[in-house]
């Protein structure tokens, strides 16, 4: 990839960025369309917010926002913090974010069909690392779940996510960039 780089400082943009994603993604914890033929699994918007958080602002900000909002999520919602899903949920961040330049969400370039397919591609990567692979082995390593159940789990949890920012995180991704884009054609007066 020409000219890839990837941006790990983080300004007060970033900082402020983590608090309102992660804010947004505890908000968003309870609001979820059940499957209700895998147990524990659920589509959730939060998705959205993660994947837009970590492709405006980058990795870091991505992972801490994954990582902070699920496990507030959790203690605020259920009374208790499963970490196998937490840390998944950190790697979608970081994952997606590692792109963010290549998105060129801030600078308009979100709206050419090579650059979300890109940006779809990275994402279903994310959370196939994420739910078919690092769940499933979490669950098996810390918690002695049963790999059938958790390997199905991870499966549906990863089609769930990958359909939530495919279509939402896609079209919230699209709607900012192109007013971004128009911000950043502003010139300053003399």
Not at 55 to 81: C, K, N, Q, T
Not at 170 to 178: H, Q
């Amino acid at each position: 990839m020409k000219d890839f780089k990837i941006n790990w400082k983080i300004g007060i943009k970033e900082v402020v960025a983590m608090g309102i994603g992660t804010a947004l993604f505890v908000v968003l914890t309870n609001v979820q369309i059940p499957l209700v033929f895998i147990p524990n699994t659920a589509l959730q918007p939060r998705m959205a917010v993660l994947a837009f958080f970590s492709a405006v602002f980058g990795p870091i900000a991505g992972a801490v926002i994954g990582l902070l909002g699920h496990a507030l999520g959790d203690a605020l919602f259920y009374g208790s913090v499963w970490w196998s899903w937490v840390f998944p949920e950190a790697v979608v961040g970081l994952v997606i974010g590692l792109f963010a330049q290549k998105y060129a969400v801030k600078e308009g370039g979100f709206i050419s069909g090579k650059t979300i397919v890109f940006f779809n591609v990275v994402q279903v990567i994310a959370n196939a690392l994420a739910w078919i692979l690092l769940a499933p082995v979490l669950d098996i390593l810390v918690y002695k779940e049963p790999a059938n159940k958790v390997f199905a789990q991870g499966l549906f949890a990863f089609l769930g996510n990958i359909l939530i920012i495919g279509i939402l995180g896609t079209i919230l991704l699209i709607g900012y960039s192109k007013i971004a884009g128009k911000s950043s054609d502003l010139k300053a007066e003399d």
